[in-house]
C-alpha cells in the first residue's frame, strides 16, 4: 500500500512563507511525476506545481515566481517552498504522486493565509 504523507501547512500573515513536505512510502519505485494540487473551499482543484524524476517543473500562472518546488527521485519525497503568500493562496494542498502504472494523492494540508 502506498501512502503519501504531507507536512508544513499552517497559518501565515500575508507576505509570510512556508514549506510543504511530502513523502510517499511503501512498495514503489521512483516516481515518474510528484507534485501539488490544491483546493479551496467552493472552488475546482487546480494543479500548483508539479516535477517530473528528470526535475522538469510546471506551475500554475498564479505561484510563478513565488513558489518553488524541488524533488528527491530517490527518496520520493517533494517539497514546496511557498512565499510573498498571498490570501488567494489559502486551500487544502494536495501532495499527488504518479508512479509506473498506478497513481496517489495523500490526504491534504490546510494552508491559511490571513492577518
Known amino acids: 500500500q502506498v501512502q503519501l504523507v504531507e507536512s508544513g501547512g499552517g497559518l501565515v500573515q500575508p507576505g509570510g512563507s512556508l514549506r510543504l513536505s511530502c513523502a510517499a512510502s511503501g512498495r514503489i519505485s521512483s516516481f515518474i511525476v510528484m507534485g501539488w494540487y490544491r483546493q479551496a473551499p467552493g472552488k475546482e482543484r487546480e494543479l500548483v506545481a508539479t516535477i517530473t524524476s528528470g526535475g522538469s517543473t510546471n506551475y500554475a500562472d498564479s505561484v510563478k515566481g513565488r513558489f518553488t518546488i524541488s524533488g528527491d527521485n530517490a527518496k520520493n519525497t517533494v517539497h514546496l517552498q511557498m512565499n510573498s ?31
Open 85 to 115: 503568500l498571498k490570501p488567494e493562496d489559502t486551500a487544502v494542498y494536495l501532495c499527488m504522486a504518479v508512479f509506473p502504472g498506478n497513481n496517489h494523492w495523500g490526504q491534504g494540508t490546510q494552508v491559511t493565509v490571513s492577518s
